[in-house]
């Protein structure tokens, strides 16, 4: 199993930046991809940016331009940066790892509030 923790969230002026960090610990040999989704209050959790052990990067139409998916080099740390930031970008965002077999894990997730 792997186990995840976020961090980086708060709040923040439109047009301004975040950097999420994810902490991985436990299995993580047996990551297959890892990423960040957002669930805004209403709405179902989405895709905000993804990337495989092939190196495909994948990003939400909404955010490409703007945030920027990295990770380090063990997969135990994944990060998101995140500029020119929007009101509708307020959600809590979640760290996410898939295993070879399909199986999710999710961290407690982090409240980002874009606002004036």
């Known amino acids: 199993q792997v186990q995840l923790v976020e961090s980086g969230g708060g709040l923040v002026q439109p047009g301004g930046s975040l950097r999420l960090s994810c902490a991985a610990s436990?299995?993580?040999?047996?990551?297959?991809?890892m990423g960040w989704y957002r669930q805004a209050p209403g709405k179902q959790r989405e895709m905000v940016a993804t990337f495989r052990i092939d190196r495909t990067i994948t990003y939400a139409d909404s955010v490409k331009g703007r945030f920027t998916i990295s990770r380090d080099r063990t997969y135990s740390r994944v990060y998101l940066q995140m500029n020119s930031l929007k009101p509708d970008d307020t959600a809590v965002y979640y760290c996410?790892?898939?295993?070879?077999?399909?199986?999710?894990?999710w961290g407690q997730g982090t409240q980002v509030t874009v606002s004036s």
């Open positions: 436990g299995s993580i040999a047996s990551i297959y991809a």
């Open positions: 996410n790892t898939r295993d070879k077999s399909g199986s999710d894990a």
